[in-house]
């Protein structure tokens, strides 16, 4: 077991109508918001109304039009220069995780002299940052219970990934009546993405009983509810489960003492989404099972042995490859099953970027120190074998 | 799945040789500190001195002697004394539950003008408490991750539990090696408690996969690492992975979204060592198989059957009856196994104040309420079966 420092000061409030709660928690950091959303989902949802109504009495300002994989230009710079120029106290984002990721990288690009992208490099450290309440309105990303966030550069095929201990949110909202609307590919790119997280974790050295215990718990709890969300996107104890499932993703404590892993499942997928903007969860499920294949040996032979026994309930009885090679099997066919396109030529990638990807990865993601460490020739043909 | 507000902001610093950074920690809390702790354990392994090595630019002033089953009169009211008398800035708590039951007491009173009873019997509400710091040396309650402590009253056989956000340790040292030392009684008694608050919050309406999931690997992990510990003190992966287990222990994420339970368990062993000052953990395991027994019934059958199954690996094909017994059977054997003693008796408990503790625990306890409503003459019951 590994030494960690593990901290997450956000506070939940979970279930329905608990925004009725957001002026009292809102009034505490500010009068000045930067409302930041997407598109019109929060408005059809009547979530939009339900806020402006709720926030009457606070000066609100608005940043809309934020895009899956948030983009550092316009979105991040807009809001940026909305905070400094309005002396903005305090964020609402209201949406996904998207969404979300964006207004953590505004956040601390509001209390920072220079250009914002030296704090998304890590060429300099936020001295500070402004706090941040969301309304989740997508299970998927557990942005909502981490200080991370993910924001993308299009002119420089960029998609980095950007952490500091301020960018917690100071309180989510999640309210599970909220993703009642969230089509099933979406809800299916959302469970894909929450499941990698897991598995970005499970596949690691060093595990726990406790910790394999937990992210078993969490991929059968996530596979079990999209299911019942895809045959009724309605049912609420299964879009509360997904969601608070998916919540824990990434703050660490599916893996608390474990190795580090380099998630090279996202860091694979972060360029082919920098590279072709595709859903992150569908990049994600389409690599999962490729990449298993090619790490399958006889030093993973057991967890995949564990994952599929566990996970799976396949018979623990069968030869340990034959366990592994059905686990990795189930996987695919899991992804599958929920509608996921499982090509990536489904979503339109080609041969013809993947070496100019790969070099990409294997210059910017540091996957030499993965699980099992991947070079450039190995992220190719594990992009190869996802066509 | 139920509505739930959570948080739990202490930060976990977790490893071998992490009581280096305790001065930082420190710093920034203040430079007069409470230095905590109880008997002499700490100075035979030397954490003592290290502590005041460490400390050494900062003023200290001790409390010390605090016992198991922590005293409201010397402990707390001397604490609060020291810390007002003294303009104490920041507690350092180091030992195991009790010492840091005692520094929350203590950290809410030095900062509350009346008698510090009225905060823990819920008269008054703190306003404000000193910050908290703890050093754990012993695996068990999980008072290092939460904001309650439970505080006894000798003169009125109270032992209260006491909650309040203002609580929380502001950084908890998990350093699995100073546990290396810790006897195989308070080993096995520290592993019952914490199996004990995670059955409090399994037997329950409303649980999720998730939760099912958690509090299965949660048992499982304790069980296996303390057998694992009793074979040999110094496994420090044992040791580490049953001091994490035991800090998720009650601060909620083992049962968020679940039902209320009333923690029956608790409230009904807090009456015994009120009475007779035995052993917390001995306590609970002594009762819990013959609360199971009780409580088992149609209505709650299945849980015990997924209980079974999934934690003592009991073959779900049987009769589910059958797999429920099988699995308090397992319960008690495994407490056996570790060396707890599984009868009142054992621990000087004998009948004549049943029936007194079971009129203490139904007017104060309310478990009317419980997961299993009990009233006076089922405590009693449980109580007596438990001789």
Chains 1, 2 share one sequence.
């Not at 109508?17 to 949802?45: C, N, T, W």
């Not at 100071?170 to 959302?190: E, I, M, N, R």
């Not at 360029?271 to 903007?277: Q, T």
């Not at 899991?334 to 339109?348: Q, S, W």
Request: with cysteine; proline share 4%; aromatic share 8%.
């Amino acid at each position: 077991m590994q030494n960690f420092d593990y901290q997450t000061p956000t506070r939940l409030i979970f279930g329905e109508g608990v925004i009725e709660q957001l002026p009292a928690v809102m009034g505490a950091l500010g009068r000045k918001v930067l409302l930041a959303y997407g598109g019109g989902s929060i408005k059809k949802i009547g979530l939009y109304d339900k806020v402006r109504t709720l926030l009457r009495d606070f000066e609100l300002l608005e940043l809309s039009g934020i895009q899956p994989n948030p983009k550092y230009d316009p979105s991040v710079l807009e809001g940026v220069r909305l905070c400094k120029d309005n002396g903005v106290e305090v964020i609402l984002a209201v949406g996904g995780g998207s969404v979300l990721d964006c207004a953590k990288a505004i956040a601390a690009g509001a209390r920072y002299d220079g250009d914002p992208w030296d704090l998304i490099t890590y060429r300099a450290k936020a001295g500070d940052a402004l706090p941040i309440v969301d309304i989740l309105t997508l299970a998927a990303t557990g942005s909502e219970y981490d200080c991370g966030c993910v924001i993308s550069r299009t002119e420089t095929n960029d998609k980095v990934g950007y952490m500091d201990e301020r960018l917690f949110p100071v309180c989510s909202f999640l309210d599970p009546t909220y993703t009642f609307t969230v089509s099933k590919k979406q809800t299916a790119a959302g469970c894909a993405d929450a499941m990698n997280h897991i598995m970005e974790q499970y596949f690691a050295e060093d595990t726990t009983l406790l910790n394999d215990g937990f992210c078993e718990a969490g991929l059968k709890s996530l596979m079990a509810n999209t299911r019942a969300c895809l045959a009724d996107p309605q049912d609420y104890r299964a879009r509360a489960e997904m969601m608070f499932a998916c919540t824990l993703g990434c703050n660490g404590i599916y893996a608390l003492g474990n190795s580090q892993t380099g998630w090279p499942l996202h860091a694979i997928e972060h360029a082919l989404s920098a590279y072709y903007d595709i859903t992150h969860g569908e990049g994600l499920a389409i690599i999962t099972p490729r990449w298993m294949r090619y790490i399958l040996s006889e030093r993973t032979v057991d967890r995949f042995v564990r994952y599929g026994v566990n996970v799976f309930g396949i018979d623990p009885t069968l030869a340990r490859l034959e366990i592994a090679q059905r686990a990795i099997d189930a996987t695919y066919a899991f992804f599958e099953e929920i509608g996921i396109p499982m090509h990536l030529r489904d979503v339109g990638i080609g041969e013809e970027r993947i070496g100019e990807m790969a070099h990409h990865i294997a210059v910017n993601e540091g996957l030499e120190q993965a699980y099992v460490p991947l070079n450039e020739q190995d992220i190719a043909a594990i992009i190869t074998a996802s066509l």
